[in-house]
């Protein structure tokens, strides 16, 4: 007899627990969005893998980490073959860019602790970044970090290339359809979920709708939005080496290569006010201080093109880290996934690892 789990939310964290619990026998999967996938916080994100060359070392915060970053190498080959086309994968790695010669020690100590635990860290001088990266202005710069191993995705294109491989493993998806409430039979025991299509029986119900999964647990789980804003470039040609493009940041700016000589600048941290209905909008003046943060750093971007520019909300949990994955108070078959704050790509792969650790599958 087949197990029923009911996964609530369909953007890149719900597209991942669908398409592992897809992988595990005797599981029927159900997904329930009241949008298209990747239409919240995950259309509002850059895709940055950034694990090794963070400086979460030990504990939960650095396992969630390299436990993705590790089935990224495996993931993504397989969607690949079950999608049929290539994904836009970026194994360039990530450089980092040190202003302040403080912090230089501080890089010092994070490459010998990557090296104990097998990731490659790479310090650089300034003339040795300015011979990789020609196009980048060095007089300010006292090192360049060079992570090879950390990643950057299209979190749109993997969100829906989860679901396909998803749907072709036999799960059911229902967009458009909104989630009423969770309905238990006992104290602790969910049975069904009530949705704008009908209820559904449930073995399993996992939240992780985002920014709506408060309301979902009862707020068990306080979030609150933040937001981001980037801008996309078009570019003549591209920066530097043609060969060598990967994800660039100074001061937590990033400059993110695309396809066809464009690139990404993201992404702002805009807090919501406190005020009744705390929704930041987006600001102006944030976004062209993230601009001319880049150019700094950067020159060559000040004579690209705007193609778009974005906005969107991600969730922060309050009063205790991110993200949230257990089991919802009071229930034994209810678990929540969300809370990823600005992590909701990196984590996405050992966020469903857990939930199916979770669920015994």
């Known amino acids: 007899m087949n197990n029923r ?5 369909c953007g890149v964290v719900g597209a991942a627990i669908a398409y592992e619990l897809s992988q595990v026998p005797h599981w029927e999967v159900w997904v329930c969005d009241r949008q298209f996938p990747a ?4 259309g509002a994100a850059l895709g940055v893998l950034m694990g090794v060359i963070s400086h979460k070392v030990k504990g939960r915060t650095w396992q969630l980490r390299e436990a993705s970053l590790q089935r990224y190498e ?14 836009p994968f970026n194994r360039a790695g990530i450089l980092s860019l040190c202003f302040d010669a403080a912090d230089i020690a501080k890089w010092q100590q994070l490459q010998q602790t990557r090296q104990a635990q097998g990731w490659p860290l790479e310090i650089w001088s300034p003339q040795q970044l300015k011979a990789q990266c020609p196009h980048l202005k060095v007089e300010a710069v006292q090192a360049a970090i060079y992570s090879p191993r950390d990643r950057q995705i299209d979190p749109t294109a993997l969100t829906l290339a989860l679901v396909k491989a998803a749907q072709q493993n036999g799960v059911h998806f229902q967009f458009g359809c909104e989630v009423q409430a969770i309905e238990p039979t006992a104290p602790g025991h969910a049975a069904q979920v009530h949705t704008s299509n009908g209820a559904i029986a449930a ?12 309301s979902l647990a009862k707020q068990a789980v306080s979030l609150i939005p933040v937001l981001g804003q980037a801008v996309r470039l078009q570019l003549e040609a591209p920066l530097g080496d043609p060969g060598f493009q ?4 100074g001061r937590d700016i990033h400059l993110v290569p695309l396809s066809a000589n464009q690139y990404w600048i993201g992404a702002t941290v805009e807090f919501p006010p406190n005020s009744p209905t705390p929704v930041t909008q987006p600001q102006a003046e944030a976004l062209e201080s993230l601009i001319q943060g880049a150019i700094a750093y950067c020159p ?7 193609l778009q ?5 991600r969730p922060r949990p309050q009063g205790r880290p991110a993200p949230v994955i257990e089991k919802l108070t009071g229930y034994d078959n209810v678990i929540v996934a969300t809370g990823h704050y600005r992590n909701g790509v990196l984590l996405a792969p050992a966020t469903a690892q857990q939930v199916k650790h979770l669920m015994g599958a």
């Open 5 to 9: 789990v009911v996964v609530i939310g």
């Open 39 to 42: 239409q919240g916080s995950t």
């Open 74 to 87: 495996t993931l993504i080959p397989a969607l690949e073959r079950a999608i049929g086309h290539p994904l």
């Open 203 to 214: 073995d399993w119900v996992v939240i992780a709708a985002g920014l709506g999964s408060g």
């Open 246 to 249: 990967p994800v660039i940041n």
């Open 300 to 306: 060559a971007i000040a004579q690209g093109t705007c």
């Open 309 to 313: 520019t974005w906005s969107g909300l």
